[in-house]
């Protein structure tokens, strides 16, 4: 059984850093990307990084790129979310997520099938 684990969630002041982990166990499978999602009440789930194994690229959405970093540690089995320069509208609910068949359409949350029971970021002002 697949199972995400985050951690590392908290508050922080505008322009402070954060990481996350997402702890990966159960897998059955070799290639999947593992994504990083965040939802604020009332607004649809949004993609914001990704990382694809075992080759590695990534992608970020243009909201976070150069500023939030994904990477994968193969030895902890964990995916870490690197968030610096942070801004309030960068609060919210972080979830990590696994896509076991690497879907293109990458920022659409419908295609990922397994699921963090999520961490909170609060950016203040």
């Known amino acids: 059984e697949v199972q995400l684990v985050e951690s590392g969630g908290g508050l922080v002041q505008a322009g402070g850093s954060l990481s996350l982990s997402c702890a990966a166990s159960?897998?059955?499978?070799?290639?999947?990307?593992i994504a990083w999602f965040r939802q604020v009440p009332g607004k649809e789930r949004e993609g914001v990084a990704c990382?694809?194994?075992?080759?590695?690229?990534?992608w970020y959405a243009d909201s976070v790129k150069g500023r939030f970093t994904i990477s994968d540690d193969n030895a902890k089995s964990t995916v870490n979310l690197q968030m610096n320069n942070l801004k309030p509208e960068d609060t919210a609910v972080y979830y990590c997520?696994?896509?076991?068949?690497?879907?293109?359409?990458?920022?659409?949350?419908?295609?990922?099938?397994?699921w963090g029971q999520g961490t909170q970021v609060t950016v203040s002002s």
């Open positions: 990382i694809s194994r075992p080759d590695g690229r990534t």
């Open positions: 159960g897998f059955t499978f070799d290639d999947y990307a």
């Open positions: 997520a696994v896509d076991p068949t690497r879907n293109d359409n990458r920022w659409f949350h419908p295609v990922y099938d397994y």
